[in-house]
């Protein structure tokens, strides 16, 4: 039974008349949402806080240790801080994008929760476009990177909502790609049915470990990366990169709406943590999840936490990227791949073989895809290493008393 | 209960008349504003509305298409070329010229004509019902290899064109 069915009834129960059916269903999805959303808004709390604990341990330090316990109510403290800041509006800014801005980034990645299937029968909408509806939320993102951008009339704001936009659009194209491999193995875009069809059934016991990652390990790479740009982290986190570039298209905003931005950065990484997780890691599948529902949410919640914390471990791991690397990798070497990889694909599975042998042909097609990618990173970050010594190399030859050549051009 | 002298509207008819607001909205905006970024917005407001009415149609995978395409790609580009385009930026642009009474003029008459035709033609009231789970899109692709597969082509191939003719046209001859 769907939660929705349940709460419907429950109401019937307590003494809902039957005419007013529309308006008990209105309640239904009221609480429903209400309860998602907030949830959504408490759990960017606990997000900032592993970040920092996570980002702490990688710099060998303790982290927040002193607001509540092991310093989980820092970030607590932390937005009361932000919520009693002044409110400052550029006297030019353009009142409507400017105010709007932040209000829409936020909507934009808390719409995602609608058709995330927490469980077997805990589901907002199960929308058989959901995939295809996820990707038309990131639209929403990059209309409030412009509107910030263009509305605070700050031109460093403008250039950065430019970076921004860019991008977002380029990353979006081998994020969609690697996201349709799972939907044409499937066979569906409804987030339930993919899930469900993770399952491994070991006779009539469903074993809960058939998930996508084990056949398209490619595919979930280049979901992985493209996703750490999407969400603005860091490898890709051209968006606040306070020591480069003064912060973003954010500048111009103080207090609350300053970190209305950011929650919706770290709600959106975890989302999209979380669209890895039921396209590629099961779901809420896993060992008897079938037999006890209660499992379904345990499972899926900490798969999400666990990608959660390895993208914040990369964020601690990696240095940032130039734009122009950036640019480069995902038009050069990941579009190019994912392309080939649904090509791949399609093929295969339209390969009159037998079943087992289509699956170890995508097998196949899907980690020659991860050797590229990590051959063309090897390399490239090979070369980096020989031209940045090179370029740190001591040019200046006073005191080695030798004759000075001229004719070198570097 | 009093008898109301009218009966009361539907869930569906009342969540229309909002999203038809929204949408009437957002289009008198992207005509009247004085500023042009505004009119852009406006127009991303518009799209989302006709959208939601493609959902209240329930036609999910045209509707969300249509944010996919209109609101994603469309209007980032119309947003990008009102920004990248100098004086037009900051400041009120007339969003009138010497030719406003015509335009009003044939639009409004077309607008007639629609309404006209609108009210005229006898639309099917109700279609069969959706049934839960139906794959819409399945049947759409299956249209688009079998049926419609040289007019798809066709179209494909008329898009490649136009952009290898944009790019041809921007290039900067030296």
């Known amino acids: 039974?769907?939660?929705?069915?349940?709460?419907?009834?429950?109401?019937?129960?307590?003494?809902?008349?039957?005419?007013?059916?529309?308006?008990?269903?209105?309640?239904?999805?009221?609480?429903?949402?209400?309860?998602?959303?907030?949830?959504?808004?408490?759990?960017?709390?606990?997000?900032?806080?592993?970040?920092?604990?996570?980002?702490?341990?990688?710099?060998?330090?303790?982290?927040?240790?002193?607001?509540?316990?092991?310093?989980?109510?820092?970030?607590?403290?932390?937005?009361?801080?932000?919520?009693?800041?002044?409110?400052?509006?550029?006297?030019?800014?353009?009142?409507?994008?400017?105010?709007?801005?932040?209000?829409?980034?936020?909507?934009?990645?808390?719409?995602?929760?609608?058709?995330?299937?927490?469980?077997?029968?805990?589901?907002?909408?199960?929308?058989?476009?959901?995939?295809?509806?996820?990707?038309?939320?990131?639209?929403?993102?990059?209309?409030?990177?412009?509107?910030?951008?263009?509305?605070?009339?700050?031109?460093?704001?403008?250039?950065?909502?430019?970076?921004?936009?860019?991008?977002?659009?380029?990353?979006?194209?081998?994020?969609?790609?690697?996201?349709?491999?799972?939907?044409?193995?499937?066979?569906?875009?409804?987030?339930?049915?993919?899930?469900?069809?993770?399952?491994?059934?070991?006779?009539?016991?469903?074993?809960?470990?058939?998930?996508?990652?084990?056949?398209?390990?490619?595919?979930?790479?280049?979901?992985?990366?493209a996703a750490l740009a999407e969400a603005e982290q860091t490898p890709f986190d051209l968006l606040e990169a306070e020591s480069e570039l003064i912060a973003g298209f954010h500048i111009e905003y103080s207090g609350m709406k300053f970190a209305m931005f950011f929650l919706a950065q770290f709600l959106n990484s975890f989302f999209l943590g979380a669209i890895a997780v039921v396209l590629f890691l099961g779901g809420w599948q896993g060992p008897f999840a079938a037999q006890i529902p209660l499992l379904g949410p345990i499972y899926f919640l900490a798969k999400t936490f666990l990608v959660y914390v390895v993208i914040q471990w990369i964020k601690g791991t990696f240095p940032r990227v130039r734009i122009d690397q950036m640019m480069q990798f995902a038009w050069k070497v990941l579009v190019p791949l994912a392309l080939a990889l649904i090509t791949a694909q399609m093929i295969i599975m339209k390969l009159p073989l037998p079943i087992w042998l289509n699956y170890l042909l995508l097998l196949a097609a899907n980690l020659a895809v991860v050797v590229a990618v990590l051959n063309i990173l090897g390399s490239y970050f090979e070369r980096e290493q020989v031209r940045s010594k090179r370029a740190f190399a001591p040019r200046s030859l006073i005191g080695t008393m030798q004759p000075v050549q001229s004719s070198s051009g570097d | 209960m009093p008898e109301l002298p009218f009966p009361l509207p539907t869930v569906q008819q009342v969540i229309f008349s909002m999203v038809a607001a929204l949408t009437v909205f957002g289009a008198l905006v992207v005509v009247l504003a004085p500023n042009l970024f505004h009119s852009a917005l406006g127009l991303v407001a518009a799209f989302f509305g006709v959208a939601s009415v493609y959902i209240i149609a329930e036609a999910e995978f045209i509707g969300v298409s249509q944010v996919l395409i209109y609101v994603g790609a469309i209007s980032t580009l119309i947003t990008f070329a009102i920004m990248l385009t100098r004086g037009m930026m900051f400041g009120a642009t007339s969003p009138r010229n010497r030719q406003w009474g015509t335009a009003a003029i044939i639009t409004s008459l077309t607008f007639l004509v629609l309404v006209a035709i609108v009210s005229s033609v006898p639309w099917p009231a109700v279609g069969e019902p959706i049934s839960q789970g139906h794959e819409i899109i399945a049947g759409l692709g299956r249209a688009f290899v079998n049926e419609y597969v040289i007019p798809f082509l066709l179209l494909a191939m008329l898009l490649l064109v136009a952009l290898a003719g944009a790019i041809v046209l921007a290039r900067d001859y030296k």
């Open chain 1, 1 to 225: 039974m769907n939660w929705s069915d349940a709460l419907i009834q429950l109401q019937y129960d307590l003494g809902a008349p039957q005419e007013l059916s529309w308006l008990v269903e209105g309640v239904t999805y009221f609480i429903g949402a209400f309860i998602l959303a907030n949830a959504a808004l408490i759990l960017a709390l606990l997000l900032i806080w592993i970040t920092r604990k996570v980002i702490s341990r990688i710099q060998d330090r303790i982290g927040p240790n002193r607001v509540g316990p092991y310093g989980l109510f820092q970030t607590v403290a932390d937005a009361l801080k932000l919520l009693s800041k002044e409110d400052i509006t550029p006297a030019s800014a353009d009142k409507i994008s400017y105010l709007l801005a932040p209000v829409l980034s936020v909507v934009g990645v808390l719409m995602a929760l609608a058709v995330i299937p927490f469980g077997p029968a805990l589901i907002g909408a199960d929308l058989n476009v959901a995939v295809l509806y996820l990707v038309a939320l990131g639209s929403l993102g990059i209309m409030a990177a412009l509107m910030a951008g263009w509305g605070s009339n700050n031109k460093y704001a403008l250039l950065a909502g430019f970076r921004v936009v860019a991008q977002l659009l380029s990353y979006e194209i081998p994020m969609v790609l690697a996201m349709l491999a799972p939907v044409l193995l499937v066979g569906s875009m409804s987030m339930q049915r993919i899930s469900e069809a993770q399952a491994l059934y070991l006779g009539p016991i469903n074993l809960g470990i058939g998930w996508l990652i084990f056949l398209l390990p490619g595919a979930f790479l280049i979901y992985l990366i």
